[in-house]
């Protein structure tokens, strides 16, 4: 099994920055492949980026460019660099892990990981 524990959310003005980490322990061996997904109150949960320890990484269209996904494999954590930070971005935040090889999968599809943290609230006002 894999735990996956957020931390680094909270509150901040449009414009701002904040940076999320997510550790892992457990099975870490099932962390190759991570992303950060968000969930705001009445929406579906959203993929925001991914990464993987070859370096590959992913954005959506809504964060890219202002959002920064990376991993530290040695200390099993990944982080989301966030900046020019909107209200829109307001959510919680939630780690994910897959235990293989993407195989052609979406790698900003929740369906895509087995493995999820409890999440930390972001919160941007304008």
């Known amino acids: 099994q894999v735990q996956l524990v957020e931390s680094g959310g909270g509150s901040v003005q449009a414009g701002g920055s904040l940076r999320l980490s997510c550790a892992a322990s457990?099975?870490?061996?099932?962390?190759?492949?991570m992303g950060w997904f968000r969930q705001a109150p009445g929406k579906e949960r959203e993929g925001v980026a991914s990464t993987d320890s070859f370096g590959s990484t992913s954005y959506s269209d809504s964060v890219k460019g202002r959002f920064t996904i990376s991993k530290d494999n040695a200390q099993n954590t990944q982080y989301l660099q966030m900046n020019s930070l909107k209200p829109e971005d307001t959510a919680m935040y939630h780690c994910a892990a897959r235990g293989g090889p993407w195989y052609g999968l979406s790698r900003l599809d929740p369906a895509t990981y087995n493995y999820w943290g409890q999440g930390t609230q972001v919160t941007v006002s304008s």
């Open positions: 457990g099975a870490t061996y099932n962390t190759k492949y």
